[in-house]
Nanobody, 122 residues
């Protein structure tokens, strides 16, 4: 069984910063893409940023230049550094990972974390 455990959410004032962490644990052979998604009240879940195992990143337009995604493959951990936060960044942030359980590519499993709340006050 594989688990993703997020940490680092909380309350911050506008223009402040927060750093989210997400650690994967369990029966893991390897991890392909890792990413962060968010869901604001009354809205659907949306991509924030993703990073490949090789370090290629992509971001939602709304966070480009303010958020930075990174990962530590040795620790099976992905980070999201959030700077210049805005009230519209308020949401539950979810970690996501494409985990391979064995050397076979057919063993890949998409796993989600439980979510961590980020609240940005104006």
């Amino acid at each position: 069984q594989v688990q993703l455990v997020e940490s680092g959410g909380g309350l911050v004032q506008a223009e402040g910063s927060l750093r989210l962490s997400c650690a994967a644990s369990g029966n893991i052979f390897g991890i392909n893409d890792m990413g962060w998604y968010r869901q604001a009240p009354g809205k659907g879940r949306e991509l924030v940023a993703r990073v490949s195992s090789g370090g290629t990143t992509n971001y939602a337009d709304s966070v480009k230049g303010r958020f930075t995604i990174s990962r530590d493959n040795a620790k099976n951990t992905v980070y999201l550094q959030m700077d210049s936060l805005k009230p519209e960044d308020t949401a539950v942030y979810y970690c996501n990972a494409d985990v391979r359980l064995t050397p076979s590519r057919y063993s890949e499993l998409e796993v989600w974390g439980q979510g961590t709340l980020v609240t940005v006050s104006s």
